[in-house]
């Protein structure tokens, strides 16, 4: 029953079908039969997994178990420190990892909130109220204004009907229901205007509808199935870091090997080099990593929620920084979801409305002059019309702090209450001093003709002191019909046919532009005159104008839509709006340029996965979709390897939202179901916030890379220094304790202030990196490796040179060691310093990130308390070092960076090559 085309049928084949009676509905037992057949009325949250079983998941990474293992070992070798860090890091990171999963299905249960509680239904031929979870297919639902739809009807009987389906559809303004049969085979879920759909609200009317699908086979219940069945994206960086962590514990555990087998073929004691070894690996991991990363990330989310930005999934921060595409939804994103009056037509001449919102603050404009609205008497009282003639009310929100008007992007506290489009000409007549205040004591409603989508129109009969007036609104198109006069420079003149001709080109130039236009007439009641009926009271009318109106741009969202340009970032309009609309709002964004590509939801079905793919990349706008193309859109675009962020604020954008890279909702306009699907929220609902959260993103992902290479380069130099000191048959260069404070000392502070370093200036100017980008792209595995083998020799070479002072003296060897131990801190810390830059350290401040120079001191200090503090020295086998030992010391662990240095002075920029465009890669693989 559920899968039948409902809007293809007349009400008449539908209660046939459904075998139930319009005035009697179904019988009571009918009604629990059904129920057992069809089953509850309300969302499935699928399998449930228990909060401990989340829990325990967070540890089976290959990573965390590596870590366990670096915990034992450093507990054996007596590290208890090293142990509580890593233990505490394992934890850490589990506890993280269960928040976020735990949260993020919370969107389930968000949904369901969306549906009605109660629904009035006919039962056994009686008026009822019940549970909504109760209904079955066949109820018959009476629904009235203010009503959320319980779940998806039919109607068989309304009464000016206006549904708000933003949430679901897209659509910027509340739909006009009817009963009339649709032809069409194909009709997209928001031109379905016989239908009403599970957690719509409707804001105008009364209506009957009978029940056609409940539950999981809703609308609503296919958005909860595509949730429930669309699996979160692994993150560019969480893949990155787990194949590094892999990589790195193979090779380091695999070089310990060899020093371990080539000291011992030297000679070496194999016990001895069995600690050493050990050592070597628990340094050589960067067990840290993790941690790093995770503050790094959580510094970032503080950042971003200074910027406008709620972070629910700490490497979402990051995954922005390689965004390729954004794919927003319209109404309320990148448009203000405020209907508002832009342009008005009286009297042959086109003028301008400014102001936002719903703000009464504005001007109304004739060729850049104000235009003098008491000396204008036809915009005065079209002014009036629109206030007469509407139901809707401006009010101002109580207890919105007044220091708040000052901030920039503060939204005005100003809101409508009723339908939108007679919200905005409430607005319009504010702005122009007409207020329903102002005309109460003016004008007495004394009867009403509702708008409703047949008459396309609406007329108010008011009394005042001078008699009787009519004032219309509606449709040009129909309303014209019933116009007998016009007013033209200040005075009534007949309607003649070249009259309507200039109206209705207005009209035409007026939606050409995607303004929804609405006429407005208006006649003087003669006294004695019948004007009971509509065709009386509705004829022989004066027209005075049109009024355009459209749900405007942000006009911070066209600034950011040129900064993700310059960023080679594509930005792309994703909406259930009409595809005019659209259009003519991504122009006004510069999202598309003339004879850019648009595709609707119509063309998009007709679409298989192969031809999406090969066009998704030239079209710009979407119109006129369902929340299913949305997700099919988000799944081409990552096919083709681009890296997608989803914004969106409607239940219709969650299933894309959680199955794109990154998922962004509304914090203000957007339901609950968006935002527990999403990774980023934006607190302030504006576009440009994404712009600061891309570079935010960009900004810690390079601050990783520093990070790696610097404590890969200073682990290499470890490694190195131990393996060609045993394959050179030499005696070891570190004791065991020496190499785990080196890792202590280096790996530690300086490696986490490197987390919270400035971006470069050019950050933004860089295009975005490929979803498969590996983690040593652009040289800096090249970098790694080279100063990890600089750092290696120069350690030995020190360490070699003093050795030969008395090659066979146990003292002496002690002294080398010590040399050894600090030319690889004092390298490491020198290098760090390098590491800011992507070219050397001669192209920065170094002393701009003052953590850094703060962790660098400490570690200098914690270095020196081992050599000169008494109690320490026969613990980590050194000895206090004399000016010549120091001498050696600084010149050794300045050649690495001085070498490196010279060479990108001597390097031409002029030859750099420019940034590689990263917006197309090939397939990643997920």
């Known amino acids: 029953m559920s899968q039948k085309p409902w809007y293809q049928m007349s009400p008449e084949e539908v209660l046939k079908e459904c075998q139930s009676h319009p005035s009697q509905g179904l019988s009571v037992e009918e009604g629990l039969r ?36 670096a915990t034992l070992i450093s507990g054996l070798l007596g590290e208890y420190l090293d142990a509580i860090t ?46 909504a979870r109760e209904l079955v297919p066949g109820d018959i639902v009476l629904l009235e204004s203010g009503d959320r739809i319980p779940a998806d009807i039919r109607f068989i009987e309304t009464n000016g009907v206006y549904i708000e389906e933003s949430a679901l559809t897209g659509e910027s303004v509340p739909v006009a229901k009817l009963t009339e049969k649709l032809a069409a085979a194909e009709i997209p879920l928001g031109d379905q205007r016989n239908l009403g759909f599970m957690g719509t609200m409707m804001t105008r009317g009364t209506a009957k509808g009978i029940v056609v699908r409940t539950g999981m086979d809703t609308e609503m219940g296919k958005i909860a199935d595509l949730i429930q069945n669309t699996e979160a994206m692994e993150t560019p960086l969480q893949h990155r870091l787990e194949q590094l962590g892999k990589i790195l514990i193979m090779v380091a555990i695999g070089l310990t090997v060899m020093v371990v087998a080539a000291g011992i073929l030297h000679g070496q004691p194999p016990y001895g080099m069995f600690l050493a070894g050990v050592s070597l690996a628990v340094a050589a991991i960067p067990e840290g990593l993790p941690a790093i990363v995770t503050i790094a990330l959580a510094l970032g989310v503080q950042r971003m929620i200074q910027r406008k930005a709620i972070v629910r999934k700490l490497p979402s921060v990051e995954t922005l920084g390689c965004a390729s595409v954004i794919c927003s939804d319209k109404t309320g994103t990148l448009t203000q979801n405020k209907m508002t009056v832009t342009h008005l037509w009286l009297g042959g001449s086109l003028m301008e409305v400014s102001g936002e919102g719903y703000n009464p603050q504005g001007d109304i404009v004739y060729r850049g002059e104000q235009v003098n609205i008491r000396q204008n008497q036809m915009l005065r009282r079209l002014l009036q019309i629109s206030v007469l003639c509407n139901n809707a009310s401006l009010v101002e929100e109580a207890g919105e702090p007044k220091k708040k008007a000052s901030h920039e992007n503060e939204l005005s506290s100003w809101n409508i209450k009723g339908d939108p489009t007679e919200g905005a000409l409430v607005v319009l007549g504010a702005k122009g001093g007409v207020t329903q205040k102002s005309l109460d004591s003016l004008y007495n409603r004394v009867a009403e003709m509702p708008f409703d989508s047949e008459r396309k129109r609406m007329s108010v009969v008011v009394e005042h002191q001078g008699g009787r007036m009519i004032c219309t609104k509606g449709a040009p198109d129909v309303l014209l019909a019933h116009c007998s006069y016009m007013l033209w420079d200040d005075k009534i003149i007949p309607f003649t ?11 035409e130039g007026m939606a050409k532009n995607a303004l929804r236009v609405l006429g407005l007439a208006y006649r003087d009641i003669k006294p ?72 609707n939801g119509q063309q998009l079905n007709q679409l298989t996965d192969e031809q999406l793919d090969a066009v998704v990349d030239d079209v710009h706008v979407y119109a006129r979709v369902s929340p299913e193309h949305k997700l099919r859109i988000v799944k081409s675009l990552q096919r083709g390897g681009h890296v997608v962020a989803m914004t969106g604020d409607g239940v219709n954008d969650a299933p894309a939202i959680k199955a794109a890279d990154i998922g962004i909702a509304m914090g203000i306009s957007g339901t609950d179901v968006s935002k527990e699907a999403s990774a980023l929220v934006l607190s302030d609902d504006n576009f ?35 393996f060609l000191a045993m394959m050179a048959g030499l005696p070891l260069p570190l004791v065991p304790i020496q190499i785990l404070w080196v890792n202590l000392v280096t790996d530690g502070l300086p490696a986490m202030a490197l987390g919270v ?54 003292e002496n060897l002690t002294r080398a060691q010590t040399v050894a131990f600090a030319t690889l801190v004092m390298a490491q810390l020198i290098h760090v310093f390098d590491c800011r830059s992507s070219r050397s350290i001669f192209h920065r401040n170094p002393l701009q990130n003052r953590y850094l120079v703060i962790s660098v001191i400490s570690s200098l200090l914690l270095m020196l308390a081992v050599l000169y503090i008494e109690q ?17 010391v600084l010149i050794f662990a300045g050649i690495p960076t001085f070498l490196m240095g010279v060479g990108s002075v001597l390097q031409n920029p002029s030859k750099r090559k420019p940034p590689v465009n990263y917006t197309r890669t090939k397939p990643a693989v997920r």
């Open 757 to 810: 370093d400035q971006a470069e200036k050019d950050l933004m100017q860089q295009r975005p990196r490929g979803a498969k980008e590996n983690i040593f792209a652009r040289r800096l595995g090249w970098k790694i490796i080279s100063r990890g083998i600089l750092i290696g020799v120069c350690t030995l070479a020190a360490f070699w040179l003093v050795l030969q002072g008395n090659p066979d003296s146990q």
């Open 528 to 599: 004695g005159e019948r004007s009971e009926t509509q065709e009386d009271a509705e004829a022989g009318l004066v027209f005075v104008g049109l009024t355009g109106m459209i749900d405007p741009p942000r006009r911070e969202a066209r600034d950011a839509i040129i900064k993700c340009k310059k960023a080679g970032i594509k930005t792309v309009m994703i909406t259930g709006d009409h595809q005019t609309t659209a259009e003519a709002i991504a122009g006004q964004l510069g999202i598309i340029s003339a004879g850019g590509q648009v595709l």
């Open 872 to 888: 320490l020295q026969p613990i980590f086998k050194t000895v206090p070092l004399n000016l010549h030992d120091w001498i050696i």
């Open 497 to 507: 046919p070249t009259m309507r001709q200039k109206v209705m080109a207005a009209n």
């Open 34 to 69: 059904r129920q057992e057949q069809h089953g509850l009325n309300e969302l499935s949250e699928g399998d449930k997994v228990s909060p401990v079983t989340l829990f325990l998941n967070q540890f089976k990474d290959f990573m965390v178990l590596v870590l366990m293992g």
């Open 86 to 131: 890593i233990v505490a890091i394992i934890v850490m990171n589990g506890v993280l990892g269960f928040i976020q999963e735990f949260r993020a299905e919370r969107s389930l249960r968000a949904l369901k909130e969306l549906s009605a509680p109660h629904a009035k239904v006919i039962r056994g031929a009686s008026l009822t109220q019940i549970p």
């Open 688 to 722: 440009a916030t994404i712009v600061s959260a891309i570079e935010e993103g960009r900004g810690i992902y390079e601050n990783i890379r520093k990070f790696i290479r610097y404590l890969l380069a200073s682990n290499v130099g470890e490694i190195l220094t131990m």
